[in-house]
């Protein structure tokens, strides 16, 4: 079964990093692409960022644009999301996302 397992969330200051990584299992991970989305508290999940199976392309919300960048290692089926110039409305759970299935998120916490 698809499993998807994310970590590397934590509390930072407005202007500092993190990277999220997403573990997959259960399918042909370098044959799919992949999603990251977040959920800040009392809004709608939002898209982030999507990376083609290859890898050879991407795609940002404008929101993040500049900001973070997705990226994967096929070879240990997870796929990344490192983001830098962290804002306070960064604040969500972050989830990686194939097709219907999600992971349990990690919460990122970004402080001003």
């Known amino acids: 079964q698809v499993q998807l397992v994310e970590s590397g969330g934590g509390l930072v200051q407005a202007g500092g990093s993190l990277r999220l990584s997403c573990a997959a299992s259960?399918?042909?991970?370098?044959?799919?692409?992949m999603n990251w989305f977040r959920q800040a508290p009392g809004k709608e999940r939002e898209f982030v960022a999507r990376?083609?199976?290859?890898?050879?392309?991407?795609i940002y919300a404008d929101s993040v644009k500049g900001r973070f960048t997705i990226s994967r290692d096929n070879a240990k089926n997870t796929v990344f999301l490192q983001m830098n110039s962290l804002k306070p409305e960064d604040t969500a759970v972050y989830y990686c996302?194939?097709?219907?299935?999600w992971g349990q998120g990690t919460q990122v916490t970004v402080s001003s």
């Open positions: 990376i083609t199976g290859s890898g050879s392309s991407t």
């Open positions: 259960g399918y042909t991970f370098s044959g799919y692409s």
């Open positions: 996302n194939h097709y219907g299935y």
